[in-house]
């Protein structure tokens, strides 16, 4: 039976998830605005008698997770932009060694210190392995708060399953704001996924390492994991559609902007025009196949976005290898700094492409 | 006949990459020897940090981790407190512990985490060719002090005592300094790393065993200078023996009691 | 219906409560709901505002930026509500510290002594929970009918103590629209 529905913050419902998905771990440093994440886990890992480290930093709370996860244990880091330009030397390890955590980025804008309203400027560094090496991970951005527990939860599944990093891409909005939500089912400890590679179970040594140093050898080991990469490709993207057989122009937008996005495509539709929005859910693996579909059927593209332009630059790669290619319309619409657009200038945006 | 030598089982029986006189070999014995001693092979987990030791795959025979350069006792606090009766082996270079890796190994000291912090002290950096090192000694040479370590006018800074420092922080419980430039010396050592890993498995806090160790190499010199200029220079400045040791005296084992008389 | 609500005092109103509590009320009554307060860095005083939607299907964007009714607390927050107010929207004023009237001839503006009547039944800090009254009886977004009941379930046991001086607040908001 489903459970009661709840208000929660984003930040706290995120927490509850990924307790009832089986997280036993979790290392964290407080941030603006992730900080109820940080102290929710604090309050509830401790009750339950799990792990729950306040690191010294995120350097350390996210090798915190490394270790963790090098133990075959569901783990969890949370941050906020600047933190999460600090935990990417550790998520490159995570990556290189094949180990599965859940990380969630509560964004704010950038760069620098910026400010700690929410941004979505951190797409590029999520989406194209923010640190060095060549490695992606997968990267989901909720909407809501309900999609921002759910998305979770099953992050924790999914980097058990594929053995690499899950992250959750949030901002201070879906982080700060209070919606109802129904919370997944507690998890069994015991019914979680055997992982025979993780250190600490006896039975001969196991070697938990990005190290390889024979060029070789570690070109082979990326190449295994670019075919897992493929794999992922085609298992795990993503996204929502609105009204796109009727749009005369869609709107491409995640997370936060696409609901500043749907906001536009119903006051369009008070005022009888016909807006479409594409939601990519899974930002990587980004769903460029559809899009191309779209783009060949003829559709228009208006990325909205709370940065100067980053996701965009994925929907016009994507639309390029379109039967359509190169005729495919992309624009762009963006705020920055921490300003969240109004539906309102959203629409007049696209109002001004259509010629309406 | 009883066997009372022999290559310990948790060691690899290979030969390893390091140079000829360099420290790791033995340390890694030691550390190995009290393994056995502990019948822990099957639940030890080292972490193998960036730097001369980062092969600590190859040559111990149970489980490692291998972490980003000085981050090393933040990936053993997350083994450790998932692995809680596991003896967690913390090895480090004085790179890893003492430059890039200072606020991890002061905030696992100071949190009281259930490892073992093993630090090879070689007052240089090994792997990347001889660069000065926190603990390089004043006036030593090195390939980023080409006149010396110099503190003054060109304000590389002083060598860092890392048992006084750490000895000053309420989570630790046992620090001590060894050196595996002779065979006393050596055979002490064993005697602190054994006292530290036996304290690990009973949970009583924070302990890391400094051992001074030749790096022939980089200090330029043959294998047989360098234990002498270790003797000399190093332990002048880096004093041996316990810096800190609050350990219930009564709790320490019989066989720890003799080894240390 | 979808009603969004702007809400602006300064902070120790009880701004955030007031939208959580409503909301809270909101989706007890089966509605979707969501609530984002602006946060800021001071954690002492500055500003407090908040964008509130209750509708009865989903809801697109949380950030209300033509509110249908809004929430004037204090004496500064009324220029911003009067200004991004939707053409014919509510404006519940807090005419005991706002004694300004506004500008916009096309509002529909409500008067409520939210200070006073919330000091006529005991503690000027209920002044939030006047408000509330007022607002669902201006907008009927949010019944408010089942009040104690849910109520209970908001607050902890050891505030229940408290739950008859919030229902009189609320009455009373009600009552002097």
Redesign the interface.
Known sequence: MAEE?K?MKGNEAIGEAAIRAGC??Y?GYPI??QNELTAYMAKNMLDKKR?F?Q???E???I?????????G?R?MTSSSSPGMSLKQ??IS?LCG?DLPAVLVNVARSGPGLGG?SPGQGDYFQATRGGGHGDYYHMVFAPK?VQEAADLTYEAFDLADKWRMPAMILAD??IG?????VVLPEERDLASLPEKPWA??Q?GG???????ILVPEELEAAVRVRFARYEEVRKAETRFEEVNIEKAELVFVAYG?SS??A??A??LAKKAGMELGLFRPISLWPFPSARLAELAAKGKRFLAVEMSMGQMVEDVRLSVASSAGAGKADVQFYGRCGGV?P???EVLAEARRILGK | MELTYGHPKSLKPIQTKYCPGCGHGVIHRLVCEVIDELGVQERSVIMNPVGCSIWADLYFDFDSVQVPHGRTPAGATGVKRCLPDHLVVCYQGDGDLAAIGTAEIIHAANRGEHFTGIFVNNAIYGMTGGQMAPTTLIGQKATTAPYGRDPGEAGMGYPIRVCELLATLEGTRYLARGAVNTAANTRKTKQYIKKAFEMQLRGEGFGLVEILSPCPTNWAMKPGEAVEWLEENMISFYKLGEVKNTIDAASASPATKEATR | MTEKTFMAGFGGQGIISLGMLWVYCAMKEGLEVTFFPFYGAEKRGGIARASVVVSDREIASPLVTSPDSSIVMNLDSLPLCEAIAKQGGTLIVNSSLVKVDPKRTDLRVISVPCNELAEEIGDAKFANMVMMGALSKATGAVKLDKLEAVLKTFFPESKHKFIPMNMKAIEAGRAAV
Do not use: D, W
Request: hydrophobic share 40%; charged share 15%.
């Open positions: 529905k208000l036993r771990a290392f603006t605005p792990v480290i690191a010294e930093s350097v350390a709370a090798n915190m997770v490394y270790g963790a996860a090098a133990t244990t783990t030397e550790g390890y060694a700690i809501s201070g909005l700060q704001m209070m919606e109802g250190a600490g006896g040594p196991r070697h938990v390492s990005s190290c936060t609901r500043v749907l906001g495509v119903e969240i109004s539906e309102e």
